[in-house]
């Protein structure tokens, strides 16, 4: 059974030293690592676009102002996306729900993506997680201390 690029990437992640650290510090601290943040984003960029695009997908966001990649949205490097990609992106998101909306604000404030990205992902921080599509998975939004 050929496994989803997007889905190893997911398993990837799990299992890298610097996201577990990550992790810790956050679990520990409740602050993003801005120096992890960069290092993972540069490890695991495929995922973090994988991540925009299906915020785009399933929210009609605007994509004029985006570059060619982004506007491609029902794509991962010209092949299509599965269901099951966006399960676990989607997972991934709302069981770190907390952490990557701090992620996100780290991004914007330190201008670590570009201008059109960045308001990509105020329009998503802005999306009231009342009106988003929550997964009924095993996991619910939590605050991270569990």
């Not at 029902?74 to 069981?95: E, T």
């Not at 907390?98 to 921080?125: D, F, G, H, V, W």
């Amino acid at each position: 059974m050929r496994i989803s690029p997007v889905i190893k990437l997911v398993d990837d992640l799990h299992n890298d030293e610097d996201y577990l650290r990550y992790n810790e510090i956050y679990s520990t601290e409740r602050v993003i690592d801005k120096d992890l943040l960069i290092k993972l984003l540069d490890k695991y960029f495929d995922l973090y676009y994988a991540f925009l695009k299906m915020n785009i997908f399933l929210y009609r966001f605007d994509t004029k102002k985006l570059n060619k990649e982004l506007q491609d949205f029902l794509r991962y490097k010209g092949k299509h996306y599965y269901i099951d990609d966006l399960i676990f992106v989607l997972k991934f998101y709302f069981k770190h729900y907390p952490r990557c909306q701090s992620a996100m604000r780290k991004i914007i404030t330190y201008k670590i993506r570009p201008l059109n990205e960045r308001n990509l992902l105020k329009e998503i921080l802005n999306n009231p997680i009342e009106e988003q599509i929550r997964p009924t998975f095993e996991y619910e939004v939590t605050d991270d201390e569990q």
